[in-house]
C-alpha cells in the first residue's frame, strides 16, 4: 500500500540561441534589436519580414527565469536525503509544457518498508496546454496505481496449500523458496509502468467517445442523427486534452530496491551524470543518457513505425524526421488527429467542436492506417548506489545527479555541457568560465550515449562564456542554454515576444534530482563577474 507523503511542486524551463544573436559587436548597448518573424502578408499568405523589439532589462529576464525557480531537501525517515530544483519559462503565451513531482512512501506493512518512490515528471506540450496540464495532475497517480496493484497481486505471496502440509507430516521437505515482491522485479515494474500511461491515453481518447454514446437516446440510436453537445460541460475538457498532444519524461526511484526507472514518451530526455574517482584524485563525471528521443531520425523508431503500416507507407509515414511530415514526437499522449481513424474524427469534430467555433484541423494528407503514434513508454532501468544512513560513502560507483528536461533543453545544449555545467555547479564554480576552458576544470567521460533525435540548428559555439551566478541549477542550466555570461545575447533571445518567440525558443522545463552533495572534486577557478557594459 502506498501513502502519499507531500504534493508536486514546480518545474523548469530552458531556451537556447541562435548563434547570429551571439556574435554581433556593438560600440554602446543598443535599445532595440531586430529580428526575422513570420507574419501575415497581403496575399494572405505567411511570409517571413524583419521587426524591431525593445530589449528588455536584464532584471526584468532575471526575475522572469527565477520567478518559478524552487529547491528543496527532503530527508527522509530511512535516512537519505534528496535534493531537486525545478523551474520553468515560456515561450508559448501560455505555456504549453508542464511538470509534477512526488514522493511517496511505504506503509509498515508493506515488506519492502522502509522506503519510498519519488516520482519526477516533466511533460512537453504541443498544439496546446491542456494534454500537459492534464498528465501533470494525474500521470503520477496512474503510475502509483499500477505499482500499488502489483504490490498487492496474490502472486506476490509464496501460497501453503493443503497439499504441502501433509506432505510436511509425512517426510522433511526442503526450507520453501521465498519469492521476492513482485515491485522488486524490474521487468514486472516496467510492464506495470507502461501499462499506466498507455491505460492514461486510451482514456484519454475513449472519453469523448463514450461521452457521445451516452448522450444519444434509443430514437438517436436508430436515426443515426448525431446530437449538438457543443455546450455539453465535458465538451472541451474531454476534447481538448485528446487533440492537444505532450510527450512525458518520469523518473522513478525505488529506494527500497535501489532501483531508478526513467520512462520516456516522446523527445524530451534524461541524463545522468556518474561520479568516478581517478588515481590522480581529480575524479571525472561519467555522462549516462537514461533514454532516447523518440522521433522519426531515431533509427529503431523509424523501423518500428514502418513495421506497424503497410508496405506501401514506408516512404511516407515518416518525412523529414516527422510522423507524416508533421508530428516530430513518434510518441505522445493525445494527439487523436495521428490515432482516431478518420471517421471518428469527423464525428467527434461535429458533436463538439463546430458548435464551439474551433473546428479540429483535418489528418494529414497521407492519414490512411491509424495509430500513427504511441503513448508507449521505452522504460530504462538503472541501479542505484546510495549512501548509508551512517552517512559513510558506498563503495560503489554512485549515481550523483539527474537531469530531466523538455527538448527545448537539448535543441540549445548537449549532454556533456549539460553534465559540465551542473558538476561545476555542484564542485563550487562561481562567475563566468570560457567554454573552452570548462571541459578542463570539470573532466567528463562518456557512458550510455542515447539516441539523438533532434535537428540540431543553434546548438552553442565553443565561443563566449558559460555564467555560473544562479543558485538554482534549474535556473543555472536557463540562463546558459539562453547565452549564458554573454549578457546582450541573453537579453536578445529573452525579449522576443510570443508568438514570434518560438520561432527561436521553445517552452522548456528542467528538473535536476540530487541525492548526494556533489562536492567530491573543489573548484580551481573561480572567476570575477564581468561587469555589464549594457
Not at 496474490?154 to 502440509?165: E, F, I, K, T, Y
Not at 548509508?388 to 530531466?404: I, N
Request: hydrophobic share 35%.
Amino acid at each position: 500500500m502506498l501513502r502519499r507523503v507531500w504534493k508536486p511542486v514546480a518545474a523548469t524551463v530552458v531556451v537556447g540561441t541562435p548563434a547570429y544573436l551571439y556574435y554581433q559587436s556593438y560600440s554602446r548597448a543598443p535599445s532595440t534589436f531586430e529580428v526575422s518573424v513570420k507574419v501575415r502578408g497581403p496575399s494572405g499568405k505567411s511570409e517571413m519580414a524583419n521587426r524591431t523589439f525593445s530589449l528588455l532589462p536584464m532584471k526584468e529576464l532575471e526575475a522572469r527565469i527565477r520567478q518559478n525557480a524552487i529547491s528543496e531537501t527532503y530527508v527522509r525517515p530511512d535516512g537519505f536525503t534528496w535534493k531537486y530544483t525545478t523551474a520553468n519559462l515560456s515561450s508559448n503565451d501560455p505555456i504549453e509544457d508542464a511538470f509534477a513531482n512526488e514522493v511517496v512512501g511505504r506503509d509498515d506493512s508493506d515488506p519492502s518498508a522502509p522506503g519510498d518512490y519519488l516520482f519526477f515528471a516533466v511533460m512537453d506540450g504541443h498544439g496546446g496546454f491542456e494534454t500537459s496540464r492534464l498528465l501533470s495532475r494525474v500521470l503520477i497517480k496512474g503510475v502509483a496505481l499500477e505499482l500499488t496493484n502489483l504490490l498487492n497481486d496474490p502472486r506476490a505471496v509464496p501460497q501453503s496449500g493443503l497439499l504441502d502440509r501433509v506432505r510436511s507430516l509425512l517426510w522433511r521437505l526442503p526450507a520453501p523458496i521465498v519469492k521476492a515482491p513482485l515491485d522488486a522485479d524490474p521487468r514486472r515494474v516496467s510492464q506495470a509502468i507502461e501499462q499506466a500511461f498507455t491505460k492514461l491515453d486510451t482514456e484519454l481518447l475513449n472519453t469523448p467517445l463514450r461521452i457521445l454514446a451516452n448522450s444519444i437516446n434509443q430514437e438517436g440510436w436508430k436515426t443515426k442523427k448525431l446530437p449538438d453537445l457543443s455546450q455539453h460541460p465535458l465538451a472541451l475538457q474531454s476534447m481538448l486534452p485528446a487533440i492537444s498532444g505532450s510527450c512525458a519524461l518520469m523518473a522513478i526511484f525505488d529506494t527500497a530496491h535501489r532501483d531508478l526507472y526513467v520512462a520516456c514518451t516522446g523527445d524530451s530526455r534524461a541524463v545522468a551524470g556518474v561520479w568516478e574517482s581517478s588515481p590522480d584524485g581529480k575524479g571525472q563525471w561519467r555522462i549516462e543518457v537514461l533514454s532516447e528521443d523518440q522521433t522519426g531520425r531515431n533509427p529503431s523508431e523509424l523501423a518500428r513505425i514502418r513495421s506497424e503500416h503497410p508496405k506501401e507507407e514506408e516512404g511516407y509515414v515518416i518525412r523529414e524526421g516527422r510522423i507524416l511530415g508533421g508530428l516530430e514526437p513518434s510518441r505522445a499522449f493525445g494527439d487523436a488527429r495521428y490515432k482516431w481513424p478518420r471517421p471518428v474524427q469527423e464525428t467527434l469534430n461535429e458533436v463538439f467542436m463546430v458548435g464551439n467555433g474551433m473546428p479540429m484541423r483535418n489528418p494529414p494528407p497521407l492519414f490512411k492506417t491509424p495509430p500513427y503514434v504511441t503513448a508507449r513508454p521505452v522504460v530504462t532501468h538503472r541501479k542505484m548506489t546510495l549512501p548509508s544512513p551512517s552517512g559513510s560513502e558506498p563503495s560503489e560507483k554512485a549515481t550523483r545527479f539527474l537531469v530531466l528536461a523538455t527538448d527545448g533543453l537539448w535543441d540549445q545544449l548537449s549532454n556533456e555541457e549539460v553534465v559540465s555545467l551542473v558538476g561545476g555547479h555542484l564542485s563550487g564554480l562561481k562567475g563566468t568560465v570560457p567554454k573552452s576552458e570548462l571541459p578542463n576544470i570539470v573532466l567528463t567521460t562518456s557512458g550510455s550515449a542515447g539516441v539523438d533525435g533532434k535537428n540540431h540548428k543553434n546548438l552553442n559555439k565553443e565561443e563566449g562564456s558559460w555564467a555560473f551566478t544562479d543558485d538554482n541549477l534549474s535556473a543555472h542550466l536557463i540562463r546558459n542554454a539562453f547565452g549564458g555570461g554573454d549578457q546582450l545575447a541573453f537579453r536578445r533571445i529573452l525579449s522576443i515576444p510570443a508568438p514570434h518567440s518560438r520561432r527561436y525558443r521553445d517552452d522548456v522545463t528542467v528538473t535536476v534530482v540530487c541525492w548526494e552533495d556533489g562536492n567530491e572534486a573543489q573548484a580551481k577557478i573561480v572567476t570575477e563577474k564581468l561587469k555589464s557594459k549594457l
